[in-house]
């Protein structure tokens, strides 16, 4: 499976919750999916995935989360990522979609304070995750 990595527990140490899966009709369904999955990403060279199963999110835990990413071009590591709260990547997601705003855009479009989207922003760059301009 050397480009792809499946995530099917919780991780404590980075706060990363994932539900227990129950066996069953789904249970099957859902591992034929993730293996079909596994066989399309292990035809790839420089293409990996991260298979995350019944992850929990702002809206509940889907069957499957998979996120694609290319190891070519991955960050350093940085420190700063660490403190990136849930908060930051709305914000972050935002930004992505509308490319360029200003901080007094995102406060009004996303009903944060000025104070906090500048803290966020902030945050975001020093990790180097969106450029200031």
């Not at 919750?17 to 999916?33: D, L, P």
């Not at 290319?70 to 979609?97: F, G, M, Q, W």
């Not at 406060?107 to 180097?128: C, D, F, G, I, M």
């Amino acid at each position: 499976m050397g480009n792809v990595t499946i995530i099917n527990q919780s991780i404590p140490q980075i706060n990363y919750i994932a539900r227990t899966c129950t066996q069953g009709e789904e249970f099957t369904m859902v591992n034929s999916y993730i293996e079909s999955l596994v066989r399309k990403y292990s035809r790839f060279k420089n293409k990996h995935a991260a298979i995350f199963i019944e992850p929990q999110i702002d809206t509940g835990y889907p069957d499957v989360v998979v996120v694609e990413y290319y190891a070519s071009i991955l960050p350093e590591p940085n420190e700063v990522r660490k403190k990136i709260t849930a908060t930051d990547l709305k914000i972050l997601y935002y930004i992505h979609c509308k490319k360029y705003l200003t901080l007094q855009e995102l406060s009004q479009k996303l009903a944060y304070t000025p104070e906090e989207v500048r803290r966020s922003v902030h945050r975001l760059a020093n990790a180097n995750l969106i450029y200031l301009g």
